[in-house]
């Protein structure tokens, strides 16, 4: 795992990120989210991603950054995610990330701790993976 969050990291800070997989990608993604920068989020995003969370949809990259990505930065930014399995999948041009997390630490003032379910479809570009679709899902954990 730790040389999975060093290399996601590494691809935050550079805008080539061509040689990464699927999973690279995705920790990528939520390494920029909890490092707060918005723009190497966003750059892992397609442009017309689509995001469900909690009810809702968000339908393109542009709208996501307008609304849930400051909000979701900023909780990345104060909690703790550990990833608890993740499965990863492949056919051709396309991949799925299916991710089993816990979510501990304070959020405005607030415990947290909650399990999640993450399911990411990814699109092979010219320059490397990109999120086309997310599903995220969270409940409370129980003992």
Same mark, same amino acid.
């Given at each position: ?5 060093? %290399? #996601?990291? *590494? ?7 061509? !040689?990464?997989?699927? =999973?690279?990608? &995705? /920790? ?46 900023? %909780? #990345?930014? *104060? ?7 993740? !499965?990863?999948?492949? =056919?051709?041009? &396309? /991949? ?48």
């Amino acid at each position: 795992m730790w040389k999975r969050s060093v %290399f #996601a990291a *590494a691809l935050v800070a550079s805008p080539l990120h061509a !040689q990464a997989g699927p =999973a690279d990608a &995705v /920790a990528a993604f939520h390494a920029a989210l909890a490092a707060g920068d918005s723009a190497a989020a966003v750059r892992w995003l397609d442009p017309d991603v689509v995001i469900f969370e909690s009810g809702g949809a968000e339908l393109s990259a542009a709208e996501y950054a307008g609304h849930h990505l400051p909000g979701d930065m900023a %909780f #990345a930014v *104060a909690v703790t995610r550990t990833v608890e399995d993740q !499965q990863v999948h492949e =056919a051709g041009d &396309v /991949a799925w990330v299916a991710t089993r997390s816990r979510t501990t630490g304070t959020y405005r003032d607030r415990a947290v701790d909650v399990r999640g379910t993450e399911t990411m479809i990814l699109r092979r570009t010219a320059t490397g993976w990109r999120i086309v679709h997310v599903h995220w899902s969270s409940r409370r954990a129980t003992p």
